[in-house]
Nanobody, 124 residues
Framework: QVQLVESGGGLVQPGGSLRLSCAASGSIFSININTMGWYRQAPGKERELVATITSSGSINYADSVKGRFTISRDNAKNTVYLQMNSLKPEDTAVYYC????????????????WGQGTQVTVSS
């Protein structure tokens, strides 16, 4: 059973920084992890993409976080990170880790997994 465990959320003032981490665990091989990323959901809003990174390092950011957030991954540790700088109140949300993972190395189909969410609150 695959689990995604997030950490690093908390309360920060506007302009501050946080780093989120998410480690995938279970009976998986790192080579079977395709895209990893972060989504967020603010109260009353739908879940939205923040950033994704493929196994080969291709990165996509939401326009709202470009230049402020940096996504990275450590394939050996099955871990994805989100460095968040210059945080704004509108960044306040529950942040969810995402991973698309193949069950078998020979499979072309990956399955989506989600972390439990970690709260990020940006407030003065």
């Amino acid at each position: 059973q695959v689990q995604l465990v997030e950490s690093g959320g908390g309360l920060v003032q506007p302009g501050g920084s946080l780093r989120l981490s998410c480690a995938a665990s279970g009976s998986i091989f790192s080579i079977n992890i395709n895209t990893m990323g972060w989504y967020r959901q603010a109260p009353g809003k739908e879940r939205e993409l923040v950033a994704t990174i493929t196994s080969s390092g291709s990165i996509n950011y939401a326009d709202s976080v470009k230049g402020r957030f940096t996504i990275s991954r450590d394939n050996a540790k099955n871990t994805v990170y989100l460095q968040m700088n210059s945080l704004k109140p509108e960044d306040t949300a529950v942040y969810y880790c995402y991973a698309n993972i193949r069950r078998y190395s020979y499979s072309n189909t990956g399955y989506n997994y989600w972390g439990q969410g970690t709260q990020v609150t940006v407030s003065s």
